[in-house]
């Protein structure tokens, strides 16, 4: 689910992120945005970059640039919208294909009592294995202020993005952040259970 705070300007944004499923596949998702100032920031996704699959079948990886534009219509709730577009280079197989997620995002920021997150989405077959429409919702809660947030999200469907993940976020010094959580298939799709790992400069 892709963050709705907006870079500033002049600034960079960057995480990178480890899944690790039951079936043993692992696969490394790089995103990298810069700040152009106005809640509008540009950037370039690195995506489904496979590190080792037990059939050997490697999937060609997603090179997405994206873009983001955010609204503040209060101190406490904003709306945002972006896009992560791109194609997949022929790298193990000579299918070229064109992936897109396309969103909307409501963001309210309560401060001490957490960030809840609502919005819509589009993606296409070859981004998330299907055409869709969908929902997704997410929350940021602060158990232990700059030290230690509870994290959640949901992407509704029964595409291969279809998943919950539900864990945690570490506040290290100078901007960087750890987390890690589960991934819990959504109850209509086929995905795996699995573990996702991030680590995020802000």
Avoid at 17 to 41: K, M, P, R, V
Avoid at 95 to 110: M, Q
Avoid at 116 to 131: D, H, I, K, P
Wanted: net charge negative.
């Amino acid at each position: 689910m892709p963050s709705a705070d907006i870079t500033e300007k002049g600034q960079f944004f960057f995480q990178q992120q480890f899944n690790f499923f039951t079936a043993a596949i692992g696969t490394s998702n790089t995103t990298i945005d810069y700040g152009l100032g106005h809640e509008l920031e540009i950037g370039l996704n690195v995506f489904n970059v496979d590190m080792h699959d037990t059939d050997g079948n490697f999937q060609n990886p997603h090179i997405l640039l994206n873009f983001q534009k955010g609204f503040t219509l209060s101190e406490n709730y904003k709306v945002s919208f972006g896009t992560q577009s791109g194609i997949t280079p022929p790298l193990y197989n000579k299918t070229v294909e064109i992936p897109s997620f396309s969103y909307i995002h409501n963001a309210l920021d309560l401060k001490e009592r957490g960030k809840y997150f609502f919005g819509s989405y589009f993606t296409n077959r070859a981004y998330a294995g299907e055409n869709q429409f969908g929902y997704m919702t997410g929350l940021e809660y602060p158990l232990f202020e700059n030290k230690f947030h509870l994290m959640a999200d949901y992407i509704s469907g029964n595409s291969d993005i279809s998943v919950a993940v539900l864990g945690g976020m570490f506040s290290l010094p100078n901007k960087w952040q750890l987390s890690l959580g589960a991934q819990i298939p959504a109850p209509s799709s086929n995905n795996d259970y699995g573990l996702v790992f991030e680590i995020t400069k802000l």
